[in-house]
């Protein structure tokens, strides 16, 4: 991986609602999308990852699609609730490499 | 706990002082990773390891950095003559050879 940019910096929405995070790549090679939660002061943790054979994947409330000809990938979280604030971070990486990160997304969920 | 774990968590240091990392990666994960993090910003890695062998080291790792993964199970990062600019969380990640990198809790570096 070379280069991800992540969008928005900061999201806030109202509890309930949903929650949509967008990253674009650049390697063509890249295969594989990870997404992290961060929380103040704690581990980046994985809270769903996508490969390049799957254009979309669902785990309860939250959901990653990836489109590889446009390279870009999103994070969607429905029905939002307060202890989905947090950091969020999109990743990829290509075959057995490190993982490139975005810039993260901190996203507000207002009760 | 059977997950990644790092030590110390926390680490206050002159500039100019040797400072050293460890971290103990899941059992059977034969890849481990470091990046470093700074407030705000997402994580940069470090280097990496297969097994005992070091396979990638990044541009951001200058010669005052050293790793090491001497057993193939745990590794140690080393920062000589630390200044003010290595303050940050250095996270350690593991993974099997194909696989999700779990990540360690971090070890926080204030350099004062």
């Known amino acids: 991986g070379e280069n991800v940019e992540q969008h928005p910096s900061t999201l806030s929405v109202q509890e309930g609602d949903s929650a949509v995070i967008k990253c674009t790549y650049s390697d063509s090679a890249s295969n594989y999308f990870p997404w992290y939660k961060q929380e103040l002061g704690k581990r980046p943790q994985l809270i769903i990852d996508?490969?390049?054979?799957?254009g979309e994947k669902k785990d309860q409330r939250i959901a990653v699609t990836l489109n590889k000809t446009a390279k870009h990938f999103s994070l969607h979280i429905t029905e939002t609730q307060p202890e989905d604030s947090a950091v969020y971070f999109c990743?990829?990486?290509?075959?057995?490499?490190?993982?490139?990160f975005g810039t993260g997304t901190r996203l507000t969920i207002i009760p | 706990d059977t997950g990644v774990s790092q030590d110390p968590r926390h680490k206050i240091t002159k500039r100019g002082q040797n400072v050293t990392f460890r971290c103990d990666p899941i059992?059977?994960?034969?890849?481990l990773y470091w990046y470093r993090q700074t407030l705000g910003q997402g994580p940069e890695f470090l280097t990496y390891f297969q097994n005992e062998a070091q396979l990638e080291k990044s541009r951001l790792l200058s010669d005052r950095f050293s790793a090491e993964r001497p057993k193939g199970s745990f590794s140690t990062l080393e920062i000589q003559r630390t200044e003010q600019g290595d303050s940050a969380m250095y996270l350690c990640?593991?993974?099997?050879?194909?696989?999700?990198?779990?990540f360690g809790p971090g070890t926080r570096l204030t350099v004062t």
């Open positions: 990640a593991s993974s099997l050879t194909i696989g999700e990198q779990y």
């Open positions: 059992s059977e994960h034969n890849r």
């Open positions: 990743a990829e990486k290509f075959g057995n490499e490190k993982l490139t």
């Open positions: 996508i490969r390049s054979n799957v």
